[in-house]
């Protein structure tokens, strides 16, 4: 069963990697163009290691794609999201500073601060709230001592479905 596994992840790899290794690939070709064309008479060491730094993100991000298509669940169940994640979201972020900082202005760089800010949330999330380690293990939690507090509309809700299969199940087998 394992290789089973092992081999859908690597098919699901193969397939991401067919679809974003062209637009990855594209995008930062045309960014280093534009870089070359837009920016020739500034360039300088700064420049040269920002833009390799910006190409080895998109590079980065690409491989969290990847990893992300081949752990997505499949099947039954599974969410009609776009895989990707956080991979892509990094991606489209980097994609629109270096577009940005060519075409418009530097100061688009800013924008690479929601980067640490968004992971100190996720941090947050995780570790910091309320709910301690829901983020991670949701089976953590200690379950609630006090049974009296339940919704009185969600539990008449749930009682009434209830009855309705039960009502069902006996038209069924009558």
């Keep these: 069963m394992a290789k089973a596994a092992a081999k859908k992840a690597a098919a699901a790899r193969e397939a991401a990697a067919a679809t974003y290794f062209p637009i990855v690939v594209g995008v930062n070709l045309g960014y280093l163009f534009l870089r070359l064309v837009y920016q020739r008479a500034s360039l300088s060491i700064y420049s040269a290691v920002v833009t390799m730094a910006m190409v080895a993100g998109s590079v980065i991000a690409y491989k969290g794609?990847?990893?992300?298509?081949?752990?997505?669940?499949?099947?039954?169940?599974?969410?009609?999201?776009?895989?990707?994640?956080?991979?892509?979201?990094?991606?489209?972020?980097?994609?629109?500073?270096?577009?940005?900082?060519?075409?418009?202005?530097?100061?688009?760089?800013?924008?690479?601060?929601?980067?640490?800010?968004?992971?100190?949330?996720?941090l947050y999330s995780i570790f910091g709230s309320k709910d301690g380690l829901s983020g991670l293990m949701p089976n953590m939690n200690p379950p609630e001592s006090n049974v009296d507090v339940v919704d009185g509309a969600a539990a008449e809700k749930?009682?009434?479905?209830r009855q309705k299969r039960a009502e069902r199940r006996r038209q069924k087998w009558s």
């Design 65 to 122: 794609i990847l990893e992300d298509h081949a752990n997505a669940p499949k099947g039954k169940g599974s969410s009609e999201a776009l895989a990707g994640g956080a991979s892509l979201d990094l991606l489209g972020l980097l994609v629109v500073v270096q577009y940005g900082t060519v075409l418009l202005s530097e100061k688009l760089y800013w924008l690479l601060v929601i980067i640490p800010l968004w992971g100190g949330w996720k």
């Design 158 to 161: 749930a009682n009434e479905k």
